[in-house]
């Protein structure tokens, strides 16, 4: 079944170290975690990162990385950023980094608060609020995700990503299959030429069948 995604699209270059760092630990984790798109990821880099990180050198690896690794490589990849905060607590790209940075590094509630202060500067970014709804998904709340992305589509009502958030969140999350058909219905609607068509036409028949009962 579907899991939310989330946007990848709004990040400055980073340092070599840091870029290195994170670029081992995602492909280690393999950190798209299924098909949940963050506000602004294109489908196809998505589709990308997923490849690459289910191969069986990954699989290997991932199972060789403990919570606490995992964590540390974390606090290493963001700490040059949180101490650029440390001289400018509201400087808006790096509040975004290092959400991204937790994010990546399934480090969730860390996440949401970086990108709850991100969205503070702004508020009527659908992006970011879908990345933070895609944040609080994986900590559980399906009822914070969904009110996310009602309000990231308010400001942009075509967002994709949203739209197929917003199903997935209504369906596993609330157990609305009609609520997620409609969401993907007007996903495809207002997209013709969405490049995972076929694929959000397979889940809107699963749950169309879910409903029926």
Not at 28 to 43: C, D, E, H, I, N
Not at 77 to 99: G, M, R, S
Not at 115 to 128: I, M, R
Not at 151 to 172: C, E, I, S
Request: aromatic letters at 10%; a neutral charge.
């Amino acid at each position: 079944m579907a899991n939310p995604q989330r946007d990848a699209s709004h990040r400055k270059s980073w340092t070599d170290i840091q870029a290195y760092l994170l670029a081992a630990f995602c492909l280690v984790l393999g950190v798209t975690l299924g098909y949940l798109f963050r506000g602004s990821a294109s489908p196809a880099t998505a589709n990308m990162q997923a490849a690459a990180t289910t191969g069986n050198d990954a699989q290997g690896q991932s199972a060789q990385i403990t919570p606490e690794q995992q964590k540390a490589m974390v606090e290493q990849a963001v700490a040059p950023l949180l101490a650029t905060l440390k001289t400018n607590a509201e400087d808006f790209n790096t509040l975004v980094q290092v959400a991204n940075v937790y994010y990546d590094g399934r480090q969730y509630p860390e996440a949401i608060k970086y990108y709850q202060l991100a969205v503070k500067s702004q508020p009527t970014n659908a992006d970011l609020l879908t990345d933070l709804g895609t944040s609080l998904w994986y900590t559980g709340d399906a009822d914070g995700a969904i009110a996310e992305f009602q309000t990231a589509l308010k400001y942009r009502p075509d967002h994709p990503g949203t739209l197929f958030n917003l199903g997935v969140g209504r369906w596993q999350g609330k157990l609305d299959p009609k609520g997620a058909v409609e969401a993907w219905q007007e996903l495809l609607r207002r997209n013709p030429n969405y490049p995972q068509k076929q694929e959000v036409e397979e889940y809107i028949a699963r749950a169309q069948q879910h409903a029926k009962g």
